[in-house]
């Protein structure tokens, strides 16, 4: 079969797929060893036995709702490639948005020089706040001993060092002091989450149940931060668009300053960011 078969014949099988096409294109290229330009170039062209059977397996996996990221092994975030499997979520571009506001207090901050990232996972924001300020001392913690190991790989590959990590829900077990932090909790609502497993849903549970609202987490992460801040430190904590606006709310209520929402390219709120501000008066 020509590569146009292949692909045509495979993009009809996953036409239940979002995107039908562009996975089939990007899981043929995964297989042929080509870049999506030079296979595009090369359609008429008869593909060889061992692409054939590889593509025919990406696609069967494909089909079993398998994501093309953990099929491939690697998912794109802030243009570095990251290794992902099914023990971390698979970074969103709607996470850079998170990358973006805390290159933006960093630069405007020469006294932030100490950055802590919770809930690394793959440790796509903090490999990427690495990769852009390489001096910074940069740590990170999870909930969960496999998805630091998936974030050490990466901070190894695409750093050439490791991070310094620990295992901790939250910052319960984070030692020392920083300027900012960042942190892509668990936002979604116990039972989506629920729903979501009894459908084979491959990404970790752990990393997606925020309990029965999805907000059970964000409380004890906001009033933690204040104990782990050094004074006029940053939380920058990414929510979905339901969520950021409480997210802000309660920031402020635990006297939090300069809190502020952020958009995504979407236009919807997707970050919300606050400055510790005075002790709080028992």
Known sequence: MTFRELLTS?????????????????????ASGMKKERLLADLPLQADEITAVLFEGFIQRRLAGEPVSYIRNRKEFWGLDFYVDSRVLVPRPDTEV???????????????RRIHDSCTGSGCIAVALKTEYPDLDISISDISAEALEVADFNARSLTGKAL?????????????????????????????VEHLKENNWPEPALALDGGESGFDLIPRLITEALDSLNENGYLIIEASP???????????????????QVTD??????????????????
């Open 242 to 260: 339901a969520l950021v606006p409480l997210v802000a709310e309660t920031m402020g209520e635990f006297n939090y300053t300069d809190v502020v």
């Open 164 to 192: 310094p990590a620990s295992l901790s829900d939250l910052l319960s077990s984070v030692q020392g002091s920083f300027d900012l932090i960042t942190c892509n909790p668990p936002y979604v609502e116990h039972d989506y």
């Open 98 to 112: 998170l990358v973006e506001e805390a290159l933006r207090l960093i630069a405007g901050n020469p006294s932030i």
């Open 10 to 30: 495979a993009s009809r099988r996953l036409q239940d797929a979002s995107t039908p096409y562009l996975d089939a294109l990007v899981l043929l290229s995964h």
């Open 265 to 282: 390219l979407a236009g919807k709120a997707r970050i919300a960011r606050g400055k510790k501000g005075p002790c709080r008066q028992e």
